[in-house]
């Protein structure tokens, strides 16, 4: 049974670094085809994509954030983290992370940037 | 980038009657592997997305038949061809061709 969960911090401040982890069970990143990605949505707005790491540590950015965004994988935790620089409060959002076909997602983690 | 376009944005349905959404894309969606990345989700408040249908028209296990998707290129549709009260929430077309992802803006669908 394939399950993803996200973790970090609730509440950053402007200009910090957000660190989050999705912990995922159920498939290994070691497996040929297999990614995990990064999905955001703003409370009341649309899903935006964000990044995505395949098996054999293929990275994809979004290209509006992608200055700002490293995605990384620790294969024997089964985790990959996003780190997102410079955080701003229109970076408050809900934060998700999700297996490369999409069809499994984690709860998401609601992340404020506030002072 | 690829723009994803949906239409409509707001969709009051009946219940037991069809409803339909489409997904323009601004670039075609066919992959140099012959797929086509076309993804329909369905969120509903205060849940994560789920996928409902996957590569233009395949359901994802567990979606209900009544759930369809078609088209090629640029022009996607999902249809519903009873709408039932849990099939209310937000719709988004999402593309997996190019890069990694682009999610349309949603359609909100409600009972009328």
Redesign the interface.
């Known amino acids: 049974q394939i399950a993803l969960k996200e973790s970090g911090p609730t509440l950053v401040k402007p200009t910090q670094t957000l660190t989050l982890t999705c912990t995922f069970s159920g498939f290994s990143l070691s497996t040929s085809g297999v990614g995990v990605?990064w999905?955001r949505q703003p409370p009341g707005k649309?899903?935006?994509?964000l990044?995505?790491i395949y098996w054999d540590d293929d990275k994809?950015?979004?290209?509006?954030l992608k200055s700002r965004l490293t995605i990384t994988q620790d294969t024997s935790k089964n985790q990959v983290v996003l780190t997102m620089t410079n955080m701003d409060p229109v970076d408050t959002a809900t934060y998700?992370c999700a297996n490369?076909?999409?069809?499994h997602?984690?709860?998401?983690t609601l992340v404020t940037v506030s002072s | 980038d690829i723009v994803m376009t949906q239409t409509p944005l707001s969709s009051p349905v009946t219940l037991g009657q069809p409803a339909s959404i489409s997904c323009r894309s601004s670039q075609s969606l066919v992959h140099s592997d012959g797929n086509t990345y076309l993804s329909w989700l369905l969120q509903r408040p205060g849940q994560p997305p789920r996928l409902l249908i996957y590569k233009i028209s395949n359901r994802f296990p567990g979606v209900p038949d009544r759930f369809s998707g078609s088209g090629a290129g640029t022009e996607f549709t999902l249809k519903i061809s009873r709408v039932e009260a849990e099939d209310v929430g937000v719709y988004y077309c999402m593309q997996a061709t190019h890069l990694g992802g682009t999610f349309g803006q949603g359609t909100k669908v409600e009972i009328k």
């Open positions: 990605g999905i649309a899903l935006e994509w990044a995505l994809r950015y979004s290209p509006s998700y490369s076909g999409f069809g997602w984690g709860q998401g």
